[in-house]
């Protein structure tokens, strides 16, 4: 189903996306949209209320990234409104955008997980400031209470706009399009489609697979772990010495 209002024959209906579709290669298209939302951090979750299929969006931190970069992970206390919402569907959307009107929108699923090892490794204490300790010795805003859990979103497709030009190029760009009536070009308009995701993801995979695999890898890692317990052996003789030194220099009391 879609909507029209009007006919446009051979004319792009929409100018300003034809003007600023910008076609890169996979990996750069992925990786610039990683570089983005860490740089924004912040972003609005979107989902739907279960009671009346309403949308709501929450300002959310982005607690860390999985997948290439491309899943996110947000930290969330499992008792609010959104974890109510993601239960009954748990299709979402993660919009980003900067001060200078650059911008990404991710769709998805989401699951919530209350897995303590994933809860652990992400763990803030900052959290503490949102939940809060109710005094019991369980609720207590540590990565042991059981209302700290996170929502991990599965990128399924994504679009994003963003720039290389400085305020003013873009601020010329547009009012040459007011005057000439020609769609400005100020943005790289990309989207990820689901496919792109997909093989980005599978990837990244192989790619870990293959380096977790490699001999030359694992005699790096081994090299360096031996390296590790020799410097660990020769500071602990180091600091022992000291002390003996510092033993018999030391005034009597």
Excluded at 41 to 69: D, H, P, Y
Excluded at 81 to 98: C, E, H, M, R
Excluded at 111 to 118: A, H, S, V
Aim: proline fraction near 4%; aromatic fraction near 8%.
């Amino acid at each position: 189903m879609s909507f029209s209002n009007t006919d446009t024959g051979d004319k792009p209906a929409d100018p300003y996306k034809e003007q600023n579709k910008n076609e890169t290669p996979l990996k750069e298209k992925v990786q610039d949209l990683v570089t983005f939302m860490e740089k924004c951090k912040f972003a609005m979750m979107t989902t739907r209320i279960g009671s009346s299929g309403l949308l709501v969006s929450r300002c959310m931190a982005l607690a860390a990234k999985e997948g290439g970069g491309i899943d996110l992970l947000f930290h969330t206390n499992t008792e609010s409104g959104k974890t109510d919402d993601l239960k009954s569907d748990p299709k979402i959307n993660i919009a980003f955008l900067n001060p200078s009107g650059e911008w990404a929108s991710v769709s998805g699923e989401a699951t919530i997980t209350t897995d303590r090892e994933t809860i652990r490794k992400y763990y803030s204490p900052a959290l503490k400031a949102w939940v809060g300790d109710l005094g019991d010795g369980k609720h207590d805003g540590g990565p042991e209470d059981p209302r700290i859990g996170m929502i991990a979103v599965k990128a399924v497709t994504a679009t994003y706009a963003i720039t290389n030009q400085s305020f003013l190029s873009r601020s010329i760009e547009v009012t040459k399009g007011m005057v000439t009536g020609n769609a400005p070009n100020v943005n790289m308009l990309r989207e990820l489609s689901e496919e792109e995701l997909e093989e980005c993801e599978l990837t990244t995979i192989l790619i870990v697979d293959k380096w977790s695999r490699s001999p030359e890898v694992w005699h790096c890692i081994k090299c360096f772990a031996f390296s590790l317990s020799q410097g660990y052996h020769l500071f602990s003789h180091y600091l022992s010495k000291k002390r003996t030194k510092a033993n018999f220099s030391s005034p009597a009391i």
